[in-house]
Antibody, heavy 126, light 108 residues
């Protein structure tokens, strides 16, 4: 059974770097057509896509966060990670890691984010 | 950009809920998904491809629509269906993902 688990500090100081890791179990992170991403949700607000890394290592980011965000993969540990630089209080949120299948053969098809981590709360405060 | 209406829908158990999601420009039905989020929980995939139910989703949930207008219908609301619902678009080129602001279905 595919499971995702976020880990990382729950408190980060303003201007510092937020670092989170998602450990994947039940599927190799390099499995063809699967993508791995990060979503966040500020308190009382909606969902915001942060970025995605594909099975082949390609990354794509939300344009509003691109200058401060980086997603990387460690295939040896079956993990992917998120870094957000120069954080402010606006980065306070629950951060979720997710996975989805996107096929690119004859027809492009998006199968939705079918597995989510439980989420980890990050507070930016001094 | 995705907009959802209404922002809040107040209904009684057993009633039907009709939630709307409108895109600012036409999108492929293959790239539209719906999620349910209960308080304190991670979102859960309900519908992908605009109308295909995810594994384990009861058949009282159905999705429809095309172009710029999409609908999530919940027949015969159960107590566990009172939650927030988000539509979400996959932008193919470049692959950017966007969520709507959500519709809260609460108990009348």
């Amino acid at each position: 059974q595919l499971q995702l688990q976020e880990s990382g500090p729950g408190l980060v100081k303003p201007s510092e770097t937020l670092s989170l890791t998602c450990t994947v179990s039940g599927r190799s992170i390099g499995t063809h057509s699967f993508h791995w991403g990060w979503i966040r949700q500020p308190p009382g607000k909606g969902l915001e896509w942060i970025g995605t890394v594909s099975y082949s290592g390609n990354t794509h980011y939300n344009p509003s966060l691109r200058s401060r965000v980086s997603i990387s993969v460690d295939t040896s540990k079956n993990q992917f990670s998120l870094q957000v630089n120069s954080v402010t209080a606006a980065d306070t949120a629950v951060y979720y890691c997710v996975t989805y299948l996107f096929t690119e053969l004859d027809v492009h098809y998006y199968y939705g984010m079918d597995v989510w981590g439980q989420g980890t709360a990050v507070v930016v405060s001094s | 950009v995705l907009t959802q209406s209404p922002a809040t829908l107040s209904l009684s158990p057993g009633e039907r809920a009709t939630l709307s999601c409108r895109a600012s420009q036409s999108i492929s039905s293959s790239f539209l998904a719906w999620y349910q989020q209960r308080p304190g929980q991670a979102p859960r995939l309900l519908i992908y491809g605009a109308s295909s139910r995810a594994i384990g989703v009861p058949d009282r949930f159905s999705g429809s629509g095309s172009g710029t207008d999409f609908t999530l219908t919940i027949n015969r609301l159960e107590p566990e269906d009172f939650a927030v619902y988000y539509c979400q678009q996959y932008g193919n080129s470049p692959p950017l993902l966007t969520f709507g602001p959500g519709t809260t279905v609460d108990i009348k």
